[in-house]
């Protein structure tokens, strides 16, 4: 086949799906603080004719850049609508405004970022070749190691702020609710992250008393949010493994959203261990699917198969699991779209 055989409609049609520039050069603006600079001369601006602009040279210091980069990246955003303006000033539009920090509730700075967590697990995707190859994580790609595992480490330097959850949402009312914390005295929260469920578990059962057990970068935060809340007292975060021998002297263990990011070896070998540390364990699993609004459903269907080791669990796998693993279940809500829930006993624990 000749070139002049080609479409050029086609051709382009293909660049255009696979360019990266757009993406990388956003991400690029939000890790320098563009937008944020912008947002901020908006609201120091003395004069409506000036309100919100920078002009290159302002805008470059601002973002403490190097001003032909600052410009060419500038002219690229413009191009594609999130700043207005150019060389002789630069100014938000609705677009850019979105990835301020006064919107930073939205999640999209957090998607955007590689300093955070979920920053760092989206842009993992350009590995994406290694998940097509084994089934694996794209992220362990570079090191070997999954993005949690990476994260497993003393010199680790993640803001681990995005999962500072008010509502730890996957309907976690199936969690709150669950008459077994009605008995219970204590929980150990296994991979808890910030806290943020441990945390609405306290508010709801004010006799309860809890323990997050994550990584440091983690559990570090966890404590510092019971601080804020009010609710130290109630609520210790301890730096660990759920793959090693567990703090004991808690009635139940809890595991949320965690066997999704593990084969079904770990995953059995991490339900052994919440049996050796108390009397109930809890698994609330969400089982997520490719419905969404924000993209394609296969757009989500490449994010979820990028990330996570099991991402097509269904609630009787998870309850095959758990009888693998020497847990009778006692009770199971299976029926909720977004996740199941079982509470079972170690065999030959107290019925």
């Known amino acids: 086949m000749t070139t002049a055989e080609f479409d050029p409609a086609q051709v382009a049609e293909v660049i255009g799906k696979a360019d990266i520039v757009t993406p990388m050069t956003i991400r690029a603006a939000v890790r320098v603080g563009l937008f944020d600079a912008l947002a901020d001369s908006a609201d120091t601006a003395g004069s409506a004719d000036t309100a919100g602009t920078l002009d290159l040279d302002r805008l470059t210091t601002a973002v403490g850049g190097h001003r032909r980069a600052v410009r060419v990246a500038a002219d690229h955003l413009v191009h594609e609508g999130l700043l207005a303006g150019g060389e002789e000033g630069y100014s938000l539009t609705a677009l850019g405004s979105l990835l301020t920090r006064d919107r930073s509730s939205l999640g999209l700075r957090d998607l955007l970022d590689v300093d955070t967590v979920v920053g760092r697990n989206e842009i993992a995707l350009v590995d994406f070749d290694h998940t097509l190859r084994t089934g694996r994580p794209a992220s362990e790609a570079r090191s070997g190691a999954t993005l949690w595992q990476e994260l497993d480490d003393a010199d680790a330097d993640a803001d681990v702020s995005s999962f500072d959850w008010e509502d730890p949402g996957f309907a976690a009312e199936l969690i709150l609710d669950s008459p077994v914390f009605a008995t219970a005295s204590s929980v150990l929260d296994l991979g808890g992250n910030t806290g943020s469920l441990a945390l609405a578990l306290l508010r709801r059962w004010p006799h309860l008393h809890a323990s997050v057990l994550d990584f440091p970068v983690f559990t570090d935060r966890a404590r510092a949010r019971a601080a804020e809340a009010g609710l130290a007292e109630r609520l210790t975060a301890t730096p660990g493994s759920f793959f090693d021998p567990l703090p004991?002297?808690?009635?139940?263990?809890?595991?949320?959203?965690?066997?999704?990011?593990?084969?079904?070896?770990?995953?059995?070998?991490?339900?052994?261990?919440?049996?050796?540390?108390?009397?109930?364990?809890?698994?609330?699993?969400?089982?997520?699917?490719?419905?969404?609004?924000?993209?394609?459903?296969?757009?989500?269907?490449?994010?979820?198969?990028?990330?996570?080791?099991?991402?097509?669990?269904?609630?009787?796998?998870v309850e095959a699991l758990l009888v693998r693993a020497g847990l009778a279940v006692e009770t199971a809500v299976t029926d909720t779209p977004d996740r199941s829930l079982f509470v079972a006993r170690p065999l030959g624990g107290a019925a």
């Open 248 to 317: 004991t002297g808690h009635d139940v263990t809890l595991l949320s959203a965690i066997l999704a990011d593990w084969d079904d070896d770990d995953a059995v070998a991490i339900l052994r261990r919440a049996a050796e540390a108390s009397d109930r364990v809890v698994v609330a699993e969400v089982h997520l699917t490719a419905r969404g609004r924000l993209a394609s459903e296969t757009s989500v269907a490449v994010r979820l198969e990028a990330s996570m080791t099991r991402p097509d669990r269904t609630s009787a796998d």
